[in-house]
């Protein structure tokens, strides 16, 4: 079985940092992309960053030039490095990989508050 657990939300005011942590446990043959998603209230889930097992990474256009989504050399781990944290980024925000052949993996969600 296939478990994602994110860590590393919390409370922070405008203006400052947050990291965020995926680490992925289970049977696992390849990861093909791993990503990071958010669900504010009242909204859908959106795409915040993504990478995939080349390297190549993409983000929401509302989050270039502040977050970094990044990776452990062993492939088990990501990370959001979230900067210059906004009030409208509060959200939970979920983890997710893209394994071949199954549908997509999800983590249960960290939620991230930012105060103005």
């Known amino acids: 079985q296939v478990q994602l657990v994110e860590s590393g939300g919390g409370l922070v005011q405008a203006g400052g940092s947050l990291r965020l942590s995926c680490v992925v446990s289970g049977h696992i043959f390849r990861i093909d992309a791993m990503g990071w998603y958010r669900q504010a209230p009242g909204k859908q889930r959106e795409l915040v960053a993504t990478?995939?097992?080349?390297?190549?990474?993409r983000y929401a256009d509302s989050v270039k030039g502040r977050f970094t989504i990044s990776r452990d050399n062993a492939k088990t781990t990501w990370y959001l490095q979230m900067n210059s944290l906004k009030p409208e980024d509060t959200a939970v925000y979920y983890c997710?990989?893209?394994?071949?052949?199954?549908?997509?993996?999800w983590g249960q969600g960290t939620q991230v508050t930012v105060s103005s």
């Open positions: 990478i995939t097992k080349g390297g190549s990474t």
């Open positions: 997710n990989a893209e394994l071949p052949y199954v549908p997509p993996y």
